[in-house]
């Protein structure tokens, strides 16, 4: 039975917590913010203290996963060393790995249909994870000719495209049902093909 009154501390987390459990279990379009109030253990009226409604909660989940989505990026990416080529390849394995390990916040994030761009708090750390890989780009691109540099931007969407399109084709389920080889195997060969046809890397 749910309470009038919070015991466990920060209700704001318990909230996020219970809905990233929620959306586990049903996906991120079928829970209610009552079902997130009551696994958190407390009263339908609880969470209005802190969301609007079920989308900002289900927006806040989405900004606390890109933020640490963004750090993970970033730690992979580790100032480029001892290359850029392969500091690349490893966010990319960082990118399967998050959507593995935290699949309620990967779904809050991507699958969702949020509209990033009307919540400022939320585009900003959306856009810190991309930043992220715009960077890596360009580190890849400095032993270039400038004018014969692909835009890094491009390049870090389509890289981030091929990322997802691979966790939701060969990341999920049993290995080895879709493909013969393992998602990072899958997504590392689709990397190198591409920036090889871009002329980034030579063959």
């Given at each position: 039975?749910?309470?009038?009154?919070?015991?466990?501390?920060n209700?704001?987390?318990?909230?996020i917590?219970?809905?990233?459990g929620?959306?586990?279990?049903?996906?991120?379009?079928a829970?209610?913010?009552?079902?997130?109030?009551?696994?958190?253990?407390?009263?339908?009226a609880?969470?209005?203290?802190?969301?609007?409604?079920?989308?900002?909660?289900?927006?806040?989940?989405?900004?606390?996963?890109f933020?640490?989505?963004?750090?993970?990026?970033?730690?992979?990416?580790?100032?480029?060393?001892?290359?850029?080529?392969?500091?690349?390849?490893?966010?990319?394995?960082?990118?399967?790995?998050?959507?593995?390990?935290?699949?309620?916040?990967?779904?809050?994030?991507?699958?969702?249909?949020?509209?990033?761009?009307?919540?400022?708090?939320?585009?900003?750390?959306?856009?810190?994870?991309?930043?992220?890989?715009?960077?890596?780009?360009?580190?890849?691109?400095?032993?270039?000719p400038?004018?014969?540099?692909?835009?890094?931007?491009?390049?870090?969407?389509?890289?981030?495209?091929?990322?997802?399109?691979?966790?939701e084709?060969?990341?999920?389920?049993?290995?080895?049902?879709?493909?013969?080889?393992?998602?990072?195997?899958?997504?590392?060969?689709?990397?190198?093909?591409?920036?090889?046809?871009?002329?980034?890397?030579?063959?």
């Amino acid at each position: 039975m749910a309470r009038d009154s919070y015991h466990h501390g920060n209700l704001r987390q318990a909230l996020i917590e219970a809905t990233v459990g929620l959306i586990e279990q049903k996906g991120p379009m079928a829970f209610t913010l009552a079902e997130a109030a009551r696994q958190a253990g407390v009263s339908a009226a609880a969470p209005y203290r802190h969301f609007a409604g079920r989308e900002q909660l289900l927006e806040e989940v989405a900004r606390v996963g890109f933020l640490d989505f963004a750090e993970r990026l970033e730690t992979a990416f580790a100032d480029g060393k001892p290359s850029p080529l392969s500091a690349l390849l490893r966010m990319g394995e960082a990118y399967l790995t998050y959507a593995a390990e935290k699949p309620g916040y990967y779904m809050a994030m991507f699958e969702s249909g949020l509209s990033i761009a009307g919540n400022a708090d939320l585009a900003a750390a959306a856009e810190r994870a991309e930043d992220a890989l715009t960077r890596a780009a360009e580190a890849l691109f400095q032993r270039l000719p400038p004018d014969r540099r692909p835009p890094s931007g491009m390049v870090a969407h389509h890289i981030w495209a091929m990322s997802h399109g691979v966790v939701e084709l060969f990341g999920r389920g049993r290995p080895g049902s879709r493909a013969p080889i393992s998602a990072s195997e899958m997504l590392e060969s689709g990397v190198l093909i591409y920036l090889r046809g871009l002329g980034v890397i030579p063959d």
